[in-house]
């Protein structure tokens, strides 16, 4: 047993003797510095070890990992990782113990140093939770760590969005705009990142020319999804294009599943029809909104609008309506009977309601001949 132990412990110390062996001078002193874990000397020998060895990817990737990356030195460590690539990216090297090809070492730590900053600024915008008074201060040192993140892994489009929500909470907007484009940039084709790009710029105060894209683009990414065609439609509606807007909106409704959302999808194109003076379009989608969610005295308020304004059609004989005054007092009852059932769950605006009745009467004994 014990000759087996002697002739094992010589074997790695003849494998130590061959690797070092291969080394240069300078860079020997700097490993036999980083296995003493004193990193003030192994960061004077390994730049010398550089210059001796310009063709070796191993010695940038070490002096990358133990001494920039120790330091929190990213923009310096991502130089060295750039320049070990560039030597030799298939190339076996030595790190920490561990033989790894270039590009799968590089890759490693970049995915370890980036993820360790990333979760240390989730930690701290968690604990805005606990400590909401707090709020400016761990906001602050949550957007460090995610501008650490971002500078370890420029790629990362996730981490521009999430810095672009902080940067937003803690009030710089023109910065929250910034991130978010920029998020953008890095991953065009990710519909959770034009999303909360239009989201933030929106409620930024971007104007339509900066939302728009990006509504459009994350609903061609996705078009199934309610909530973004929402938006969309919405900000056609704000735009004025009233028949664009509610093209989404149908959209939006043949892809929502939820009831109560459904049913707000439906009031808001109850809306937009009833603005263009579409009685009967908005009649449908105000009673499908208040069949989905009967507790919705608003749609039940839009049905009873839109029998009143077919009524107005058949009292003037109006856009396409031929004259007929029995059909528009059929209406106006039929609108009496509506603002009247919901007189009965809005009881605090009763008086409000008796004011459209008494309109709504008064044109429908114009319509009777009284």
């Known amino acids: 047993m014990l000759n087996t132990q002697r002739i094992f412990l010589f074997i790695i110390g003849v494998l130590a003797m061959i690797i070092f062996s291969c080394s240069s001078q300078e860079y020997t002193t700097a490993k036999l510095a980083i296995q003493q874990q004193d990193f003030v000397k192994a960061a004077e020998w390994l730049p010398k070890a550089m210059a001796v060895e310009p063709d070796n990817p191993e010695i940038p990737v070490v002096l990358a990992v133990e001494i920039h990356a120790r330091d929190g030195e990213w923009k310096k460590m991502n130089e060295l990782f750039d320049l070990a690539m ?37 930690e701290q915008f968690k604990n805005i939770e606990n400590d909401v008074e707090n709020k400016e201060k761990f906001l602050e040192k949550a957007i460090e760590h995610f501008q650490n993140a971002a500078l370890i892994k420029p790629s990362d489009a996730n981490t521009y969005s999430t810095l672009a929500k902080c940067y937003f909470d803690l009030g710089d907007k023109e910065a929250a705009k910034y991130a978010a484009l920029t998020a ?106 208040h069949f989905l969610n009967e507790e919705d005295y608003e749609a039940a308020l839009g049905i009873a609008g839109s029998y009143e304004g077919l009524g107005d059609k058949y009292l003037n004989g109006s856009d396409g309506f031929e004259k007929d005054l029995d059909d528009a007092a059929r209406w106006y009852r039929k609108a009496e009977k509506k603002i009247k059932s919901v007189m009965m769950i809005d009881i605090d605006n009763t008086a409000k309601y008796k004011k459209q009745l008494e309109l709504l009467r008064y044109k429908r004994d114009v319509a009777e001949g009284e």
């Not at 020319?209 to 999804?225: G, H, M, Q, R």
Request: aromatic share 10%; proline share 3%.
């Open 86 to 122: 560039a030597l030799n990216p298939e190339k076996a090297v030595e790190v920490r113990g561990t033989f790894l090809p270039v590009k799968e070492a590089v890759n490693n730590y970049k995915e370890h140093y980036w993820a360790n900053e990333f979760n240390k600024g989730v």
């Open 184 to 289: 953008v940039e890095k991953n065009p084709e990710s519909f959770d990142v034009n999303f909360a790009a239009g989201q933030i710029i929106s409620r930024a105060g971007g104007t339509t020319d900066e939302i728009l894209p990006l509504y459009e683009k994350a609903t061609a990414i996705n078009p199934s999804n309610s909530k973004v065609l929402r938006e969309l439609a919405s900000l056609y509606y704000d735009m004025g294009n009233k028949e664009k807007s509610i093209q989404v909106f149908e959209n939006a409704i043949a892809n929502e599943e939820d009831k109560i959302v459904k049913a707000d999808l439906f009031f808001n194109l109850g809306v937009i029809h009833s603005q263009m003076q579409n009685y009967e379009g908005a009649e449908k989608a105000f009673e499908e909104a």
